[in-house]
């Protein structure tokens, strides 16, 4: 089970809200962690990760595949307004590259 553990997404951020840093899990969006200091957040969502993990496989829930071991085909698609298009074409034109390298470029 720790290798699984350590296969997930993990973030620490602060709270302004709660004064406190929160521990993240990507692949558990509705998990939180809250704790006085960034390493004690990470730990924290790290063992209620392991909690649920356990509970999940005895009561024979499917448990979510880490990022991490996804295959991304580097494709999507995303629909923007036409004048966004328009847009994006003409300054990817004006650069000298395609659309697809220009908007990559953007995203990257």
């Known amino acids: 089970m720790a290798k699984t553990i350590d296969r997930y997404t993990y973030r620490v951020t602060w709270s302004e809200d709660d004064r406190e840093h929160v521990g993240l899990c990507a692949e558990f969006p509705s998990l939180s962690w809250?704790?006085?200091?960034?390493?004690?957040a990470l730990s924290g969502i790290r063992v209620l990760v392991r909690q649920v993990l356990d509970e999940m496989e005895r009561?024979?829930?499917p448990v979510p595949e880490p990022i991490s071991s996804r295959p991304f085909s580097?494709?999507?698609?995303?629909?923007v307004p036409p004048e966004v298009h328009r847009m994006l074409a003409i300054r990817a034109a004006?650069?000298?590259?395609s659309l697809n390298r220009f908007v990559s470029s953007k995203l990257s």
């Open 34 to 40: 809250l704790a006085s200091t960034p390493e004690k």
């Open 59 to 61: 009561s024979g829930d």
């Open 74 to 79: 580097g494709k999507f698609v995303v629909r």
């Open 94 to 97: 004006e650069s000298g590259v």
